[in-house]
């Protein structure tokens, strides 16, 4: 059974980053049969997919184009995890943060994490 | 505003049977990119309910099925139950935007 453990602090100031990781159980992040991701959602802009991670021989990285500019996912094969950096928040990037699996649709996400940006 | 349209709210009385529409356009369902549905409790996050389009996971009651047309897509729910009620969000793929998008989501009311 897949289990994705997230981690993180639930605070950031403005202009600063915002990091997450989030631990995989149960499966590999270099499997090259599925996809590790970032979803947000928020009252004002519901659920947000912002980006992935993947390996196929070797990585690559898909971000959403709202937050290319100010986002990285990085995965960590010695620890089994992946993680999401957001450059530069700002309040409008207040929003429970989650981490998922990804094969057909989304089938295993994390608890959720709510980050709130305030100073 | 979302990509992919759905009604912001349906109901019905337990045992009846609801749909859920989800239209998008040329750039996604309708160009032949899969759709996926899930259900999201209060509190918890989404879960997996359909997945390409018409395909139950495991352990998904078979009173949840899914289907595709043209540029549009529908959730049904048979035989309501009250543990139904949640909110339900179809996802695609968006050329334009070269990403994954998600319906602005419906709220499901179990009469």
């Known amino acids: 059974q897949v289990q994705l453990q997230q981690s993180g602090p639930g605070l950031v100031k403005p202009s600063q980053t915002l990091s997450l990781t989030c631990a995989i159980s149960?499966?590999?992040?270099?499997?090259?049969?599925?996809?590790w991701n970032w979803i947000r959602q928020s009252p004002s802009r519901g659920l947000e997919w912002l980006g992935r991670?993947?390996?196929?021989?070797?990585?690559?990285?898909d971000y959403a184009v709202s937050v290319k500019s100010r986002i990285t996912i990085t995965p960590d094969t010695s620890k089994n995890h992946f993680s999401l950096q957001l450059n530069s928040v700002t309040p409008e990037d207040t929003a429970v943060y989650y981490c998922?699996?990804?094969?057909?649709?989304?089938?295993?996400w994390g608890r959720g994490t709510l980050v709130t940006v305030s100073s | 505003q979302s990509v992919l349209t759905q009604p912001p709210s349906v109901s019905g009385a337990p045992g009846q049977r609801v749909t859920i529409s989800c239209t998008g356009s040329?750039?996604?369902?309708?160009?032949?990119?899969?759709v996926h549905w899930y259900q999201q409790l209060p509190g918890t996050a989404p879960k997996l309910l359909i997945y390409?389009?018409?395909n139950r996971p495991s352990g998904v009651p078979d009173r949840f099925s899914g289907s595709k047309s043209g540029t549009s897509a529908s959730l049904a729910i048979t035989g309501l139950q009250a543990e139904d009620e949640a909110s339900y969000y179809c996802?695609?793929?968006?050329?334009?935007?070269?990403?994954?998008?998600f319906g602005g989501g419906t709220k499901l009311t179990v009469l």
């Open positions: 390409d389009n018409s």
């Open positions: 991670t993947y390996y196929r021989s070797k990585w690559y990285n």
């Open positions: 040329s750039s996604n369902i309708g160009a032949g990119y899969n």
């Open positions: 998922a699996r990804s094969r057909q649709g989304y089938d295993y």
């Open positions: 996802q695609s793929y968006e050329s334009s935007l070269s990403g994954w998008v």
């Open positions: 149960g499966d590999s992040v270099s499997s090259n049969t599925v996809g």
